[in-house]
């Protein structure tokens, strides 16, 4: 079966860095999503990766390793403002989105 | 700024009520999704469409019907309400390449009563 595995809660510390692992069982592999969702709002894109590596982009960064089946997203200098779902999704071999359940990020002061 | 539109935000209806979410975008894209979603729970696909004249069943498509009618609009609806039903749902569209990102539409939460 296909699967999505990322834990349920994470706790942070304004202004620390925190890494979001996400493991993922799919019917092929057409690369790794990362969405941030804020309590009763829609997901917002935040970054793509197909190929093995880091993907940098300003305060967040994914990594995906293909051979392990793995991403993590780290976020740095934490803000009050990221906390939110983070929602992990592999896109299958018919090219469709195989969703987590998300990562609840709750940051204190 | 994504340009994709849900109404109603909001809808309390009875069982057996015949119902149809509204979903609008205007920024061409080809493909477009039905996802149902609950609270702290993954997103589940209802349906998709490539285009114009297509529609695609996902894992929850049973009690659900779509239209592809013009590109910007893609309407679900659901021919009996009941309160399994009860749950958000979140329109999303995306360029035809797989790469691209899919855009999320704000929701309609519905309670069936």
């Known amino acids: 079966g296909q699967n999505i595995d990322q834990p349920t809660e994470m706790t942070a510390t304004e202004g620390a860095i925190v890494q979001i692992n996400c493991t993922y069982q799919t019917s092929g592999f057409n690369g790794l999503f990362w969405y941030q969702q804020h309590a009763g709002e829609a997901p917002t894109f935040l970054s793509y990766n197909v190929l093995d590596g880091l993907e940098e982009k300003g305060r967040f960064s994914s990594f995906l390793s293909r051979s392990k089946g793995y991403s993590y997203l780290l976020l740095k200098e934490l803000q009050m403002k990221d906390s939110a779902s983070y929602l992990c999704a592999s896109k299958d071999s018919n090219y469709q989105l195989i969703w987590g359940a998300g990562t609840k990020l709750i940051i204190k002061p | 700024e994504a340009d994709i539109y849900q109404t109603p935000r909001y809808l309390v209806i009875g069982t057996g009520k015949k119902i149809t979410l509204e979903c609008s975008q205007t920024?061409?894209?080809?493909?477009m999704y039905w996802y149902q979603q609950d609270p702290g729970m993954e997103l589940h696909l209802i349906h998709y469409s490539y285009g114009v004249n297509s529609t695609e069943k996902g894992d929850l498509s049973s009690e659900s019907t779509v239209s592809r009618i013009r590109t910007e609009h893609f309407p679900l609806t659901l021919e009996s309400a009941r309160p399994s039903h009860t749950s958000q749902y979140l329109c999303a569209s995306s360029e035809f390449q797989d790469s691209s990102e899919a855009f999320f539409g704000q929701g309609t939460r519905l309670t069936v009563v």
């Open positions: 920024m061409g894209h080809d493909k």
